[in-house]
């Protein structure tokens, strides 16, 4: 008979932030090893439950007893397996008799290749296992296999787990499936909300754990659906008030994994609190209690923090007052605090920080905060002039830049670095340029995060990201595998997107040796240039794939090892209407057979001398190449790529009319090396672009 299968495991309050992901990996494994066995029809038909202290699967039509099955085993190599007679060896004999196989079942036995040897194999009927026999090893083996960094032990026995575990049920429809875990027994009986509901409650079947769980334990337990109830009833309190909910990454999961029953409040602080630059108290909110900060929903102070927040509990009473009440008294210490720090902090200019981060540590080779800060303060001024902005105002945003560092507002809510800088900046009177430069240097921090606006602040981000990089690269501190405790790869996307989406006309290599002119010398032991070079060219590769260009015209362009990255998507938009002419592939392969012409030629090549041209065809190409050439080289220098390659494919006819008239390496010396020397002049400029040999299929 197939039936529905439950599993559940109870526990003390798990972590909350692995709650999802060790829900997921149960019950996937649960399944697995079902469907490994045969007790279950492969495939995802099944639904897993993770609340704070349960975890638990349902999989309907599961059997009590898997259907036999044949399985062929493999013996050995027939020539091991039989001697020169064709009769079987001593090795043979005594692999099946530990087995428990007659010799007389050799004639029965199926020969196939294995790799390269002729093999024996032994068909079998294998019957099929019980459910009741193997669930709680299947159980206990998926429980060795969750995400769980740091086990822990529980009263006298030897048993690990993430959390205690204090019962276990397997259901297979109605009927008991015995078996042990973790030193628990089996049972129907499963534990309600900790305080909505009270003792145990029987489950009389697996079908109905959902509804037995929801109506006598008060408890939610499918994690999405719960974390959806969760969101519904947030919006809800959050259009009742004209207001919106401050997004948070990954808060409604974390609470939803706080709560079995959850229910949303509106908690309220004193307006007096408002006087303290919002994302403070948004962060204390969030990060320390779980809350939810409300902002205006319309009007002139849409966006702007209001005194009110919305609770998510895990308790249902008639007057929440006390619930309501109690957190506004735990928040208000908190928020008391960051008022205290923003008064502190503002009693001490930004400026006057900076020597206390001479007593910083960036990096033991790399010296101080202080010395990273006057290299990024030179750099900032030199990027500044490159693009024509004030460098003044460059130079003193990269000098406060870090100095918010050693604020103690900073020191409580490391997050808010930079923010806090900007506002501090501003309380001393500095330059607006500067104070948002403060802020949004570290800009951007993550995929899809906004850049900094304005050549001011983006100096001073380039700054600030160029001179890590440069200073790890030339220590050895290069990313290794997915290990990368200095967020270089983040620095060096950092460093693209600004010269690429701001766009700014930045040559990438002139800023390496800038930045690497910034450091005393001997610091910056190992090379930096090229390395780093190639590893911005590699993290371009992925973003530009990221964003959807396709593989063969980013390889085409970045074969040229750009350094303006600016330009970086105007070529590639031309190769991609390049791609659109009808002579595209046939100059792509042309291209790819002249590149590897030349590989094989010999020494420096000259520039192709007309009076040694014969062949009608070549002199048909050096006219063409002679024509197009001061006009490829204007398109190019305006950055008109797309008509520039336009202009190349005009070529086609000739090359071709010249690969099928003309012998190129001819034994004559002169005129093989014009020749060479006239496609030497040609690939020069078909690669003016993008090496259009790598579009060739």
């Keep these: 008979m197939n039936a529905t299968l439950l599993v559940e495991l109870l526990t003390e309050e798990l972590p909350p932030k692995a709650l999802a992901r060790l829900g997921e990996v149960f019950s996937a494994q649960i399944h697995a090893g079902l469907s490994d066995r045969n007790l279950v029809a492969a495939g995802d038909d099944y639904r897993w439950f993770a609340t704070p202290r349960r975890l638990a699967i349902q999989v309907p039509g599961v059997l009590a007893v898997a259907p036999d099955a044949t399985a062929f085993e493999k013996i050995m190599p027939v020539a091991v397996a039989l001697d020169a007679d064709g009769q079987p060896t001593p090795a ?3 692999k099946l008799e530990a087995k428990g196989i007659p010799v007389a079942e050799l004639a029965k036995f199926e020969k196939r290749m294995d790799g390269k040897s002729e093999t024996f194999f032994y068909q079998a009927s294998v019957k099929g296992v019980k459910l009741d026999d193997v669930l709680a090893g299947i159980v206990a083996d998926a429980l060795k296999k969750l995400p769980i960094p740091k086990l822990m032990r529980w009263g006298d026995t030897d ?65 999405a659906e719960r974390r959806d109830a969760i969101a519904q009833q947030l919006d809800a309190q959050a259009q009742a008030l004209n207001a919106t909910i401050n997004p948070a990454a990954g808060l409604l999961d974390e609470v939803t994994a706080l709560v079995e029953w959850p229910v949303v409040y509106v908690g309220e602080f004193e307006a007096e609190y408002l006087e303290v630059p919002q994302e403070c108290l948004i962060l204390t909110m969030q990060q320390n209690q779980k809350y939810f900060p409300l ?12 005194n009110k927040f919305l609770i998510v509990s895990n308790m249902q009473v008639d007057d929440p007052k006390h619930i309501v009440e109690g957190n506004a008294r735990v928040v208000r210490p908190r928020l008391s605090d960051a008022r205290f720090f923003f008064n502190q902090d503002r009693k001490t200019t930004l400026a006057s920080r900076l020597e206390k981060l001479g007593s910083v540590v960036y990096h033991n080779k790399l010296g101080s905060v202080l010395q990273r800060v006057e290299r990024i303060e030179a750099l900032a001024q030199k990027i500044a002039v490159r693009l ?36 501090y900046a501003l309380h ?81 290599s002139d800023l390496i040796a800038d930045a690497q002119a910034g450091f005393a010398a001997g610091v910056l032991t190992q090379p930096v240039a090229e390395p780093l070079l190639d590893f911005m060219h590699d993290r371009l590769r992925g973003l530009l794939r990221d964003a959807g260009h396709a593989q063969d015209a980013v390889e085409a362009v970045l074969a040229q090892r750009p350094t303006r990255i600016d330009l970086v998507p105007a070529k590639l938009a031309a190769v991609r209407d390049f791609l659109r002419l009808p002579e595209a592939l046939a100059l792509a392969a042309a291209n790819k057979r002249i590149g590897n012409i030349l590989k094989k030629a010999e020494g420096a090549l000259p520039e ?15 006219e063409r190449v002679v024509l197009i050439a001061p006009l490829v080289k204007s398109h190019v220098a305006n950055e008109d790529y797309a008509d520039a390659l336009k202009a190349l494919a005009s070529v086609r006819a000739e090359v071709d009319r ?40």
């Design 159 to 223: 048993h690990q787990f993430v959390r205690p575990v204090h019962g276990l049920v397997m259901l297979h429809g109605e009927r008991l499936v015995p078996g042990e875990v973790l030193g628990l027994s089996s049972r129907k009986i499963t534990r309600g909300h900790r305080f909505l509901s009270s003792g145990d409650i029987a489950l009389h079947s697996a079908d109905a754990y959902v509804e037995t769980l929801r109506g006598a334990g008060k408890v939610v337990a499918g994690f």
């Design 428 to 508: 001393d009177g500095e330059d607006a340029q500067v104070a948002d430069a403060v802020q949004s240097h570290y800009q951007p921090r993550f995929a899809g995060d906004a850049l900094p606006s304005g050549n001011i602040a983006c100096a001073a981000s380039l700054a600030d990201k160029l001179d890590a990089l440069v200073g790890f690269f030339g220590i050895g501190q290069i990313p290794t595998g997915d290990k990368d405790p200095f967020g270089l790869r983040r620095a060096a996307l950092g460093v693209l997107r600004i010269l690429m989406e701001s766009p700014l006309p930045l040559d990438l």
């Design 658 to 697: 010249f690969f099928d008239e003309v012998m190129v390496n001819v034994d004559e010396p002169l005129l093989r090396g014009n020749r060479l020397g006239l496609l030497k002049a040609l690939f020069d400029q078909l690669n003016a672009v993008a090496d259009i040999a790598r579009l060739a299929v």
């Design 295 to 306: 902002l205006d929903g319309a009007g002139p102070n849409a966006g702007k923090l209001l």
């Design 608 to 622: 192709p001398d007309v009076a040694l041209l014969q062949e009608p065809a070549e002199k048909a190409l050096f």
């Design 388 to 423: 024509s902005a004030n460098a003044s105002l460059a130079a003193r945003a990269a000098r406060l830049a870090k100095a918010d560092l050693v604020t103690d507002m900073v020191g409580e809510f490391p997050e808010l670095q930079g923010i806090m800088g900007r506002y």
């Design 92 to 94: 043979l004999k005594k």
